[in-house]
């Protein structure tokens, strides 16, 4: 495959429709353009069913990146609902040394059981928790989010953080208590979840 | 100074009518054009624009609003994709013979039968004898740019123009855009002020009459005409817009073609993830180029002629089928614009991506190595190919 020197770091994402997988790789793409990159963010479109599985993209790279297809060999593969390890080979075509980023409760060692004794690097995130302790609700996508950024490296972390509070107060503008929900929702994220 | 944006195709061209603020809008709602017109309430709502937005019961409405609006001498635009585009075919016609001035939006998706909502091009293609200019573009940018263009090259042609865009591929992913201030815009676009017009009482006409027998071949004569004479134009509006932008536009856009022995010609998205096959190649020592049409009405026959002339083998891809048991629509051109030529290109046509099957960098570097093939052996072999169809083993599978 690629040899590019530039080749962009492509991640992709598995979720269910209606969970918000597609809104948080369009939201990793507006923070990674906020932090000067070029970017891509484009969801697998099918027929539109509440709960189906759905596959979301992102290319991160320093130079324009002219490739419109979607991702084979993902660096990185993020997985917002569990329950699809059953019937979705979420590993699949995952480069050497890529990270499964996954919003579970779970131990880190079930989930490695689940994916047949998967032994590659591994980042647990029980997004549930901690959107309900910092949102008061189960809003997935600013943990997973958050959790993208801090596993992968992909963007500078005080950058993001930065850029992610305009974009909330942009966003929030007409109800300034979520932004600072979201915003503890990024932090407690960012200080809890590791990669292993 | 531009300004450093992300957002999707669909956004860029609701920006780009957002900035020209025409004077009507007829609107019918299609996967994967429907937030075009989404867009642009919104903007109607925060009174950004002033336009007369025209919701309307279907498709060929709304091509009859803006023919209705055109003729009376109104700056007019639509949006709109597949089966869309199907619906309004009796009136594309209307619009192109009568020489009416007007704008649309095709986010391109695949005509139903089976039923897709996936992008392909059979639905602009499939108009492609309809008389309208036909622009594609890549990506957003191109989209946003060939948008504000196109304005200016209906008005001048006085014919109608389709600016396309892949559907899901461009019109829903997010990528960086350089947008043009709204001034800078508005001053470029400029005010429409149509020759002849059904508002105009000092000057009464009919718009659209019985074509007799005496006259209905001089109307067709100088609508081909008038296909022709819009090359001049689109060149024209082309350069004023690189004195705006510094981007270049051309008819085709030649990629690493200098002293390529094998090409591919293609149109749209997939134009992109060629080049960086192209790239690879290149790395690798294999002169490969690619020859991207941006106009395909008019077809640039002469420049697609030149371009290929001294290349060995060339494939042309199809993103719709004629099922003509002769080539896809690209095809047919590209080998036909060759034909008068003393250097002919061994020549194969590809049919890709149809319904939304998705093209790969893989896809095209399989398409260079059987035109190494071709170009070493001298023999074309199978002239009508398909990327990724799977034989009826392969389904079972």
């Given amino acids: 495959m690629s040899s590019q020197v530039n080749r962009p770091v492509e991640i992709r994402w598995h979720g269910r429709g209606g969970q918000g997988a597609k809104t948080a790789c369009l939201l990793l793409a507006e923070a990674a353009f906020f932090s000067g990159k070029y970017v891509q963010g484009f969801p697998e479109y099918g027929p539109e069913r509440m709960g189906a599985p759905i596959t979301a993209y992102n290319r991160i790279s320093d130079e324009e990146c002219s490739v419109h297809s979607n991702i084979y060999t993902p660096d990185h593969v993020v997985v917002v609902d569990e329950t699809l390890l059953h019937s979705v080979d979420v590993l699949k075509g995952m480069r050497e040394g890529g990270i499964l980023i996954i919003n579970s409760k779970k131990e880190s060692s079930e989930i490695r059981q689940m994916l047949g004794g998967y032994d590659g690097r591994l980042c647990v995130v029980d997004a549930e928790r901690i959107s309900t302790e910092t949102l008061g609700r189960n809003f997935p996508n600013t943990p997973m989010l958050a959790a993208v950024v801090k596993a992968s490296g992909v963007l500078d972390q005080a950058q993001f953080t930065k850029d992610m509070k305009k974009s909330f107060e942009h966003k929030f503008r007409t109800k300034p208590e979520v932004i600072e929900g979201n915003m503890k929702a990024l932090t407690k994220t960012m200080e809890e979840v590791y990669v292993e | ?397």
């Avoid at chain 2, 492609?128 to 042609?157: H, K, M, P």
């Fill in chain 2, 1 to 397: 100074m531009a300004i450093r944006e992300r957002m999707s195709g669909n956004e860029a061209v609701a920006t780009a009518m957002r900035q020209i603020n025409p004077d009507v809008m007829g609107a019918f709602p299609i996967t994967p054009s429907t937030e075009i017109p989404e867009y642009f309430s919104q903007f109607m709502a925060n009174g950004q624009v002033d336009t007369q937005f025209v919701p309307v019961e279907s498709e060929h409405s709304a091509m009859s609003v803006c023919i209705g609006a055109s003729a009376a001498g109104a700056r007019a635009m639509t949006a709109t994709s597949s089966c869309g585009l199907a619906f309004m075919w009796e009136l594309l016609y209307v619009a192109a013979s009568s020489r009416l001035p007007l704008t649309m939006a095709v986010a391109n998706r695949a005509l139903t039968g089976p039923i897709s909502i996936g992008n392909d091009h059979s639905d602009s293609m499939g108009a492609r004898d309809s008389g309208w200019l036909q622009i594609y573009a890549e990506n957003n940018q191109e989209v946003y740019d060939n948008f504000i263009q196109a304005v200016l090259i209906t008005e001048a042609a006085r014919l109608p123009i389709m600016v396309c865009q892949d559907g899901f591929i461009t019109s829903h992913g997010v990528s960086n855009i350089q947008l043009i201030e709204d001034e800078k815009v508005k001053a470029f676009v400029g005010e429409y002020e149509p020759e002849d017009y059904l508002l105009n009482d000092r000057n009464p006409l009919a718009v659209g009459p019985y074509g007799t027998a005496p006259y209905y071949m001089e109307v067709k004569r100088k609508q081909a005409q008038a296909m022709m004479d819009a090359e001049e134009i689109i060149g024209d509006v082309a350069r004023r817009f690189e004195e705006l932008t510094g981007r270049s536009y051309g008819f085709i856009e030649e990629y690493r073609m200098e002293d390529a022995e094998t090409a591919v010609v293609v149109i749209g998205s997939s134009a992109g993830t060629g080049k960086a096959a192209v790239d690879e190649l290149r790395e690798r020592g294999v002169r490969a180029g690619l020859i991207k049409l941006r106009v395909f009405r008019p077809f640039p026959a002469k420049l697609i002629a030149e371009a290929l002339s001294g290349v060995k083998a060339v494939a042309v891809m199809d993103k719709t089928d004629s099922f003509s048991g002769n080539g896809g629509p690209l095809f047919s051109e590209t080998r036909s614009a060759l034909y008068d030529r003393k250097e002919r290109p061994l020549m194969v046509n590809y049919i890709y991506g149809l319904g939304g099957r998705d093209v790969t960098v893989d896809h095209f570097f399989e398409v260079f190595d059987a035109l190494g093939r071709i170009a070493e052996s001298g023999e074309p072999g199978e002239t009508y190919r398909y990327i990724g169809v799977r034989d009826a083993e392969e389904r079972r599978r």
